[in-house]
């Protein structure tokens, strides 16, 4: 895939991510010594961090799908794409805004 897509794009990545799949030794001494790619891959020891972080880009994208219905885009084209995802993102950020405001505590009645 990496000659590939330097043949056909001229793109030659200086970073790839993979999963648990691409964490043998054998495949990060190939990306990292051979052809100089820095892997981004979980490891069995590391990788907490990495699940982490991939968890809250993964759980935005989860919900623009299964609430905001973003299942599939109605725009055509690249600018159309962009577009109705930016407005999917705005209407995303208000419930994070609201989630970072903290709840009053309840009076006794």
């Known amino acids: 895939m ?8 001229d793109l030659y990545p200086a ?3 993979g999963d648990g799949g691409c964490g043998s030794t054998e495949m990060l001494g190939w990306l990292a010594y051979e052809h100089g790619i820095e892997p981004h891959v ?3 020891d590391e990788g907490r961090t990495s699940r982490r972080e ?4 993964e759980m935005l994208f989860a919900h623009l799908k299964r609430i905001l219905k973003l299942d599939r885009l109605r725009l055509r084209g690249p600018n159309g794409a962009r577009d109705e995802f930016h407005l999917a993102a705005a209407a995303q950020n208000p419930r994070k805004l609201a989630k970072l405001i903290p709840m009053p505590a309840p009076t006794p009645a």
């Open 54 to 57: 991939r968890k809250k880009v």
């Open 42 to 44: 979980s490891v069995v």
């Open 2 to 9: 990496i000659a590939r897509a330097k043949e056909r794009f």
């Open 15 to 17: 970073r790839l991510a």
